[in-house]
């Protein structure tokens, strides 16, 4: 073979050699394209499918929550009924003698005081036709109604069944919210408190940037929002375009994810946040995906399985911690109040009503005053130190939950063998709840002490459902409160 022949064949093995390595490369890249957009895809998917999910349980949440909280006041109302003379008194209608008007309007007041003590209320007052009023009244809500102190409020019932209704935004004053029952045909009950009431209705767990939880009026105004310069003023015209004529939906658009909840009053709580943010982590990793083909085109496959992995980690960790966070008090780490209703339920719905249960509920004493002098930082020290109190007094067989604010509640398994002697158990369990509280202090030298109230129902003679039993307990809870505080109180035993 001649030179010129050798040097041929090896052009033609070099060429043949390029063309493999060529062919290699444009395959490789050609799959590890293909799988990064299958990748891309699948997670696109993934995170738009699972975050979508996890914000309308959170808005879900939020409405229940909300709701609770407004029929916690409304009941907090009705305590105002267990008083005769309270309902009775009409001094419009009857020609009442001024000493004897005097006295029974101190007595009404005293008994306005002693319900609504524990309560952060604006007012929680009895106003009559006359525009005179009885309980407590600021001086901002008188100077804002004026002469139509009465007429206006009484307008604000919207609920003809019950007499009732929830109101605000009068004057464009969205400060402060309002519940107004009729009590007789001269007398309203006026409940009201400031809107940053419900930051503790509306916290949310952390997880999703930028989320922003809203209550609406029907006519698209903003009573409330996590975004505090946005109370008062019109939702997002955007945001109405999407929701328009929806009490219940979920959308994820190129602007906004957007969950919308119907409550009482026509009221809605919208859950919105820009779509940027949602599918930022998702919008990164797509980058970082191409980027990573383009460069390193002979490890694209197992690049492209690393970054899978890479973006569905991260994914699962965000949603297996929102889905904790979603069933536990991030504070106090025992049960939230959806979770722990739902729980209770289910154990009551499974017992045979032969098994004796109890709902042991605990309001903290004195707990205002922790945040009004110590500060709120102090105050969330002892309310997760309940949490640990809880734990060591019940045993993991016992559902724990925080309802909200100061108030807990326990859900007590009473085993075979306790059965027959089920109320000297409880009160065991109860007295020990309250032995651990009598060593409860806080504040930098542990000087102030705080004490619980504790009321009791038992199943299945108080009631067969959590909203019985909760109502029962309250009244109980409401007799410790008047008994001095610091002590429990069984329902049976009130009521005889």
């Known amino acids: 073979m001649s030179k010129k022949q050798k040097n041929s064949s090896a052009a033609k093995v ?253 009221w809605q709580v919208v859950c919105s946040a820009p779509t940027k943010i949602i599918l930022k982590e998702k919008n990164d990793v797509t980058y970082y995906i191409a980027v990573t083909a383009i460069i390193a085109a002979i490890l694209a496959t197992i690049i492209s399985t690393a970054v899978m992995s890479k973006i569905i980690s991260p994914v699962n960790e965000i949603v297996d911690t929102l889905v904790d966070e979603a069933h536990t008090d991030l504070l106090t780490g025992i049960l939230n109040k959806r979770t722990f209703e739902k729980k209770v339920e289910e154990a009551l719905r499974s017992n045979d009503n032969t098994e004796k249960k109890a709902l042991i509920l605990i309001d903290l004493d004195n707990f205002k005053g922790v945040n009004d002098t110590l500060g709120h930082a102090y105050g969330d020290k002892v309310l997760a130190n309940v949490g640990d109190i809880l734990k060591r007094v019940f045993n993991v067989e016992d559902y724990l939950g925080r309802l909200g604010g100061d108030e807990f509640c326990v859900y007590l398994n009473i085993s075979d063998i306790q059965q027959k002697n089920y109320i000297a158990h409880i009160e065991e369990k109860c007295g020990k709840l309250s032995n651990e509280f009598h060593n409860n202090y806080t504040g930098e030298d542990n000087s102030y002490k705080i004490s619980a109230s504790i009321g009791v129902a038992v199943f299945p003679q108080h009631g067969d459902s959590f909203t019985d039993l909760y109502k029962c307990a309250d009244t109980a809870l409401y007799h410790s409160k008047h008994k001095g505080k610091d002590t429990f109180t069984i329902y049976e035993e009130e009521k005889k």
């Open 14 to 266: 070099h060429k043949l050699k390029n063309f493999m390595l060529f062919m290699n490369i444009f395959i490789i890249i050609l799959l590890t394209t293909v799988i990064s957009i299958l990748t891309i895809q699948k997670t696109d998917k993934a995170i738009k499918s699972k975050v979508t999910t996890m914000v309308s349980a959170l808005n879900v949440q939020m409405q229940k929550n909300l709701d609770s909280y407004l029929q916690r006041m409304e009941t907090i109302g009705t305590l105002v009924f267990s008083e005769e003379n309270t309902y009775k008194y009409d001094p419009i209608a009857n020609n009442i003698d001024e000493y004897d008007a005097i006295k029974t309007e101190a007595t009404i007041e005293k008994h306005l005081y002693d319900i609504c003590i524990m309560e952060n209320f604006v007012d929680f007052s009895i106003i009559y036709s006359d525009n005179r009023h009885v309980g407590k009244m600021s001086n901002g809500t008188v100077k804002l109604f004026g002469d139509k102190l009465y007429s206006d409020l009484h307008a604000m019932i919207n609920r003809t069944k019950t007499a009732d209704g929830w109101s605000t935004g009068y004057n464009n004053n969205y400060r402060r919210i309002y519940y107004v029952k009729q009590v007789n045909e001269n007398a309203l009950l006026v409940i009201s408190f400031y809107t940053y009431e419900l930051d503790d209705v509306f916290e949310h767990p952390g997880g999703i940037e930028d989320i922003t939880v809203q209550l609406v009026e029907e006519n698209n105004i903003i009573i409330y929002s996590s975004d505090d310069s946005q109370k008062g003023k019109k939702l997002s015209e955007d945001i109405v375009q999407t929701i328009k004529d929806r009490s219940a939906v979920t959308i994820m658009d190129n602007k906004y994810l957007v969950t919308v909840k119907e409550c009482s009053d026509k």
